[in-house]
Nanobody, 121 residues
Framework: QVQLVQSGGGLVQAGDSLRLSCAASGRTFHSYAMGWFRQAPGKGRELVAAINWSGDNTVVADSAKGRFTISRGDADNTVVLQMNSLKPEDTAVYYC??????????????WGQGTQVTVAS
């Protein structure tokens, strides 16, 4: 059983940086693909970034490319989303996700509790 607990987020100004962390518990974390999704008010959930189980393959949405990076640390069972040069349109609730297969289809077996990110202009 994998449980995901998120930390980070908050209110920042445009151009600032934020770091979101997702701590996973469970013996099978090392074999799980991980990802970050976000959902803005009135919009659907969208994939922001994903990383495969071994950490050697990442996907970043076009809207975040060049600004956001995803990484994982199996030693401490965490996956991190580093967000730089934040824009007001990045404002959303961000969710960590984990799946033994892939998160690229927008589905995942496990989800974090969600973290609000608000970027003021």
């Amino acid at each position: 059983q994998v449980q995901l607990v998120q930390s980070g987020g908050g209110l920042v100004q445009a151009g600032d940086s934020l770091r979101l962390s997702c701590a996973a518990s469970g013996r099978t974390f090392h074999s799980y693909a991980m990802g970050w999704f976000r959902q803005a008010p009135g919009k659907g959930r969208e994939l922001v970034a994903a990383i495969n189980w071994s950490g050697d393959n990442t996907v970043v949405a076009d809207s975040a490319k060049g600004r956001f990076t995803i990484s994982r640390g199996d030693a401490d069972n965490t996956v991190v989303l580093q967000m730089n040069s934040l824009k007001p349109e990045d404002t959303a609730v961000y969710y960590c996700a984990a799946d033994p297969g892939t998160v690229l289809l927008g589905r995942a077996r496990h989800w974090g509790q969600g973290t609000q990110v608000t970027v003021a202009s």
